[in-house]
């Protein structure tokens, strides 16, 4: 299904999240900034760092690893992937491995199949001896600066490798079930992320019988077990409706790019952030005339430099605002009709 709808290459998302990936390779590895790089993406970036470089010691004689390809062979012959950054630290028998979300939606690191995928791959053809390999630690650990939890952006499981192997059994048979001839298509969270969701027909099933359920009476006062059973149940059921509904809503922003016409619903221009728009050198002798301390621009946003003590009038004269991506949105002609 995937392979028969791709990701489209001017995706808006998917073109952030490339760029704001190629910072944070930039940082880990010392290189030149990218062109295009917001200030969002920089603090970003240095958000990685700090979550990579304490462990690295750079000058330590640790290999790191960044956007560097893991066969995971062991797992499917057609499986691979490229972490984000990662290492082995043979000395105290540790795999660290780092992986970078610049999407807002909460990503959780425990039992994080994607991160498992690698620290599979990696063990695989890291060298390490059978007997020595059961005595290692793996830390795998995820830095997603735009969704703002409860524990933070930074978010690390840590377990041992004998536990690895039981995960990695089970994405084994995953792989088995999924490439074998008639193999049954099943609906779950995964399906938000899927390529093809709105082609789907078995997900297109699941969201009508969860508007359909939506539309049945429940008793007012549920008993334990019942409550329980019954917030799963709709847990669940919205979880496949948000990943019906974000699968149409691409196709239909897609189609009306194109030029068609989707009864119902409208594209609208979207406004970036606001930024600096004058040389490093400028925005700084600025603050020094203000008495304001802006001597890293590349870390001090617009909005900063205000609360720093920089009048909004003036830091307007010095920033832009671009434009945004542009979305979809319900088009209300009865509303449209009125104000005319």
């Known amino acids: 299904m995937c392979a028969q709808y791709p990701q489209r290459e001017d995706d808006p998302k998917a073109i952030e999240g490339q760029l704001a990936h190629a910072v944070v390779a930039a940082a880990l590895l010392g290189q030149d900034v990218p062109s295009g790089a917001t200030d969002e993406m920089l603090e970003g970036a240095d958000m990685m760092v700090d979550a990579v470089f304490p462990i690295v010691k750079p000058g330590a004689g640790l290999p790191l690893l960044v ?6 062979f062991n797992i499917h012959p057609d499986n691979w992937g490229t972490p984000d950054a990662w290492l082995i630290d043979r000395v105290y028998r540790r795999l660290y491995v780092w992986d970078y979300k610049f999407g807002h939606r909460y990503v959780d690191a425990f039992e994080n199949w994607q991160m498992i995928d690698y620290a599979c791959g990696i063990l695989k053809v890291s060298g390490v001896a059978k007997e020595d390999i059961d005595q290692y630690t793996v830390q795998l650990t995820i830095v997603q600066p735009r969704n703002y939890h409860k524990d933070g952006p930074v978010r690390t499981w840590v377990l041992g490798v004998p536990e690895l192997h039981g995960y990695g059994l089970r994405l084994r048979a995953a792989a088995e079930a999924a490439m074998t001839p008639g193999a049954q298509c099943t609906t779950g969270p995964e399906c938000l992320d899927c390529t093809a969701r709105h082609a789907c027909t078995t997900l297109q099933a699941v969201a009508y019988a969860s508007v359909d359920m939506s539309g049945e009476s429940i008793p007012f006062d549920l008993p334990p077990d019942a409550l329980g059973k019954e917030l799963s149940v709709m847990t669940a059921a919205a979880e496949r409706l948000k990943s019906r509904i974000s699968g149409l809503e691409d196709e239909a922003l897609a189609r009306i790019k194109q030029g068609a016409s989707v009864p119902g619903w409208l594209t609208e221009q979207g406004s970036g952030r606001e930024r600096w728009n004058k040389p490093v050198e400028e925005i700084v002798a600025l603050g020094e005339m203000m008495g304001v301390d802006l001597n890293k621009p590349a870390a001090i ?14 830091v307007a004269q010095y920033t832009e605002t671009p434009v945004g991506e542009i979305k979809l949105v319900p088009s209300n002609l009865r509303k449209v009709f009125a104000t005319k």
């Open 67 to 72: 956007e560097s390809r893991v066969d995971c």
């Open 301 to 314: 946003t617009p909005k900063q430099a205000i609360k720093a003590g920089i009048p909004a009038v003036v």
